[in-house]
């Protein structure tokens, strides 16, 4: 068998063509993100009252773990992220943050026994809660353009996937950066109120994969076939 | 097609990096991460003809498109093997390469050249084959495939051995094997619908005689009927 089945469109890609800049390694333009994202960190920090993050963060191991956690997630997300969208990767990327998301909620859902534990704790009213609700959303806004402008210079093969483990950088970004403003300790009801907000960002930038990264080649058949020259 | 293209100009052990990378630590420890992932196909040694689709592919993204139609047509039949060890069906291998070529068309920027082309190919092969048995799957869900519903004799022993117009002849030559008066009581109390009194008026017969005459003759034309079915 040969290739003549496929002349005309091996002759109009040819046609097509035109020169492309080779993308950098995954990792390095994962780097790039996060260098944005300590940057962003590192405003946020000249606004916040930096000793008393420490303070409340020192103060029992589930809450600096989970920063640690939720850091990690975002780091390991965004490599994952990257490699996702390139179209020989394979989904075992996306088991690369896992680790660090199964910690991050992990020693969240231990900061839920605060209440037995350190009953003098100041735990967040739902008005306060709204505050982190708005902070995680509005900030993964920006952080998501950017990210999402990245991967979209790739070719995701599993776009759906790829958009959700994207998501996760996002919102675990976001999550991390709220540690900044969030003088408040782990209840029940502010991580409700933090799993629903990543939620819904990944399930946002889940329901825009389809617009965020190229269609695939499979549903466009039909408008490269026609754009063919007859000759 | 441009020099580097041409598979008797490389002269490369495929150790040393194809082309200068921009930043030599972070793509070592790139690949060092994806060394993790890497399907059992990547870790060989790559062959002559990998490195020469690997220089093919970038002068392709450098816009080198003799270069690129090479290589595309050179893809097809690799393309067609995955497809086929994936097990798609004849029918849709070349739906499979469409999508493929299609999909190298769109995502080349992505390729690194310093990694196995066939390895980049084979992955973005099995995933569009397994999309496409998806696809299909689903359709078949839906749609029926029934050949047999367009046949107007869905059982072959119903279907008359020649066409309806012989079929006519057929019995004329079979009531024309008749005795006289077996084709007469055929002939005025089936084809002529008569009562059983109108003929005995018409033909001068007894009731009696007409009956068994007609019996006779059915029982005759069944026997032979009969047996042209059983032989076909």
Redo the contacts between chains.
């Keep these: 068998?040969?290739?003549a089945?496929?002349d005309r469109?091996?002759?109009d890609?040819?046609?097509?063509?035109?020169?492309?800049?080779?993308?950098?390694?995954?990792?390095?333009r994962a780097?790039v993100w996060l260098a944005v994202l300590a940057g962003l960190a590192l405003a946020l920090a000249a606004f916040a009252n930096l000793e008393a993050v420490w303070q409340r963060i020192g103060a029992a191991p589930d809450l600096w773990l989970a920063v640690i956690g939720s850091a990690m997630t975002a780091i390991l997300a965004a490599?994952a992220a990257f490699?996702l969208?390139?179209?020989?990767?394979?989904r075992?990327?996306a088991a690369l943050p896992l680790p660090a998301a199964l910690l991050w909620v992990g020693a969240s859902g231990f900061g839920c026994l605060r209440d037995f534990i350190a009953p003098q704790s100041h735990v967040a009213v739902m008005s306060e809660t709204a505050d982190c609700l708005m902070f995680i959303v509005f900030l993964s806004v920006p952080l998501s353009a950017l990210l999402f402008a990245m991967l979209r210079?790739?070719?995701p093969?599993y776009p759906g996937l790829t958009a959700v483990i994207g998501g996760l950088a996002v919102a675990a970004a976001a999550a991390s950066l709220l540690n900044f403003f969030h003088p408040y300790d782990a209840a029940a009801t502010d991580l409700l109120v933090h799993a629903v907000a990543v939620t819904v960002v990944i399930a946002g930038i889940r329901a825009l994969s389809g617009r965020i990264f190229?269609v695939?080649?499979?549903i466009?058949?039909n408008v490269?076939v026609s754009r063919v020259a007859p000759n | 097609m441009s020099a580097a293209a041409q598979p008797n100009l490389i002269r490369w052990d495929g150790n040393q990096p194809l082309l200068p990378a921009r930043f030599p630590g972070m793509a070592a420890l790139s690949s060092g991460a994806r060394t993790l992932f890497m399907s059992e196909a990547e870790r060989q040694p790559r062959s002559a003809d990998d490195l020469r689709r690997a220089v093919q592919m970038a002068a392709a993204q450098a816009g080198d498109r003799g270069a690129y139609e090479a290589l595309l047509r050179d893809c097809v039949p690799l393309i067609r093997a995955v497809a086929v060890r994936r097990g798609v069906a004849a029918d849709y291998v070349e739906d499979v390469v469409q999508d493929v070529l299609l999909t190298i068309h769109r995502a080349r920027q992505t390729y690194d050249p310093r990694r196995s082309f066939g390895a980049w190919l084979r992955t973005i092969a099995e995933r569009r084959a397994i999309d496409l048995l998806r696809r299909v799957g689903r359709q078949h869900a839906r749609e029926i495939h029934a050949p047999v519903e367009f046949e107007a004799f869905a059982d072959e022993r119903a279907r008359p051995p020649d066409s309806a117009a012989s079929a006519g002849g057929r019995v004329d030559e079979a009531l024309a094997s008749l005795p006289e008066r077996q084709r007469e009581a055929v002939r005025v109390l089936v084809l002529e619908e008569q009562s059983l009194s109108e003929a005995a008026l018409t033909t001068s017969r007894s009731k009696g005689a007409l009956k068994v005459n007609l019996h006779r003759a059915l029982k005759a034309l069944r026997g032979r009927f009969g047996e042209e079915t059983e032989r076909s």
């Design positions: 068998m040969t290739a089945k496929h469109l091996i002759l890609l040819a046609a097509d063509l035109r020169p492309v800049r080779r993308l950098s390694p995954p990792l390095l780097l490599v490699e969208s390139l179209p020989d990767a394979t075992a990327w210079r790739g070719y093969l190229p695939p080649a499979a466009a058949n490269t």
